[in-house]
């Protein structure tokens, strides 16, 4: 009973002040969409206590859409979101300087019935497409390019109808789309059924521009000011992201996510945990990534201005 005191007394005395030390941690408040990819990323960081390890807490700040996400950041209402480094890079020369660290290779698929023709950018002509988002989304924007390229306006040689993936997926699976271009996790639901298969991705269209594949299209994004005043915080997130990526890899953590996924079957869960893997980026963007990138950046900008490389010095101050 003595002993049992003793270590009664001990916890008492150490876990108030473990819990002051913990909630005095300085906070990075980070946008997410409360059904995107980097919520499972997030969430595991919070999960593993990765942010306390690496000397923070994460505050995950719900947004509706990726517009209220980049207002968010431009507001300085949240210290990082998940965007596309072509938007990073307008800002970075309107004179809003932002930093990248490097997301997902992965954003959209071209998803079409499993006895479908439609094997090429050339097959879109004349064809129902879906296009999840708007006109502003990068994977429109990578389509549009690369078609262009081959001498093919899209938007005038097919019926292209935008939209939200979920809308666009029931539209597809009723028969009146040919074609889904549709973010990568709405595309493995739709391939784990059996029922559809991919045309085209990102990948290959990016290749069709000239970009690496392994390019990451998306990163987290932060103010390069934000950096600069918080650089060993801007560390431990790096750091924290990365770990996350590492512990991923593995298949425990994601029993964990499970819920934010939202599925109800083992394939649709196994096809969206292999498509994040599959998408995991490099943590430094190699010289050949930053070159392809260079050199597609006329086809994504349609404006003379060089492409800003210190976007991609990540949280170097």
């Given at each position: 009973m003595a002993t049992l005191f003793?270590?009664?007394?001990l916890v008492a005395l150490y876990l108030p002040a473990a819990l002051y030390a913990d909630d005095d941690l300085p906070r990075v408040k980070v946008g997410m969409l409360q059904f995107g990819t980097a919520h499972w990323e997030l969430a595991h960081i919070q999960n593993a206590g990765l942010d306390r390890k690496h000397g923070y807490r994460l505050e995950l700040m719900p947004l509706a859409n990726s517009s209220a996400g980049r207002l968010a950041l431009t507001a300085g209402n949240v210290d990082w979101i998940v965007a596309d480094w072509v938007w990073a890079a307008e800002r970075t020369l309107q004179g809003a300087p932002l930093r990248f660290i490097p997301f997902?290779?992965?954003?959209?698929?071209?998803?079409?019935?499993?006895?479908?023709?439609?094997?090429?950018?050339?097959?879109?002509?004349?064809?129902?497409?879906?296009?999840a988002g708007g006109p502003q989304g990068k994977?429109?924007?990578?389509?549009?390019?690369?078609?262009?390229?081959?001498?093919?306006?899209?938007?005038?040689?097919?019926?292209?109808?935008?939209?939200?993936?979920?809308?666009?997926s029931?539209?597809?699976?009723?028969?009146?789309?040919?074609?889904?271009?549709?973010?990568?996790?709405?595309?493995?639901?739709?391939?784990?059924?059996?029922?559809?298969?991919?045309?085209?991705?990102?990948?290959?269209?990016?290749?069709?521009?000239?970009?690496?594949?392994q390019l990451p299209m998306l990163g987290y994004l932060a103010s390069e000011e934000w950096i600069t005043e918080?650089?060993?915080?801007?560390?431990?997130?790096?750091?924290?992201?990365?770990?996350?990526?590492?512990?991923?890899?593995?298949?425990?953590?994601?029993?964990?996510?499970?819920s934010l996924m939202r599925v109800d079957d083992e394939a649709?869960?196994?096809?969206?945990?292999?498509?994040?893997?599959?998408?995991?980026?490099?943590?430094?963007?190699?010289?050949?990534?930053?070159?392809?990138?260079?050199?597609?950046?006329?086809?994504?900008?349609?404006?003379?201005?060089?492409?800003?490389?210190?976007?991609?010095?990540?949280?170097?101050?």
């Open positions: 003793r270590i009664l007394i997902s290779t992965r954003i959209g698929e071209i998803i079409v019935p499993s006895d479908s023709s439609i094997a090429s950018i050339a097959d879109l002509r004349g064809k129902r497409i879906g296009v994977s429109w924007q990578l389509l549009e390019a690369a078609a262009a390229k081959q001498g093919i306006d899209l938007a005038d040689s097919a019926d292209i109808s935008f939209g939200a993936p979920p809308l666009l029931r539209e597809l699976e009723a028969g009146r789309l040919d074609a889904l271009l549709t973010f990568w996790h709405f595309a493995a639901r739709l391939e784990s059924s059996g029922q559809f298969k991919r045309a085209l991705s990102a990948a290959s269209i990016s290749q069709a521009l000239g970009l690496d594949s918080n650089q060993e915080l801007a560390e431990g997130f790096a750091s924290s992201i990365y770990e996350a990526k590492h512990d991923l890899r593995a298949d425990q953590p994601w029993q964990e996510v499970r649709a869960f196994t096809a969206l945990r292999q498509g994040y893997r599959s998408g995991e980026p490099e943590s430094h963007l190699s010289e050949a990534m930053l070159e392809s990138a260079e050199r597609a950046w006329p086809f994504l900008r349609h404006q003379d201005k060089p492409l800003p490389m210190v976007l991609f010095s990540g949280v170097a101050p």
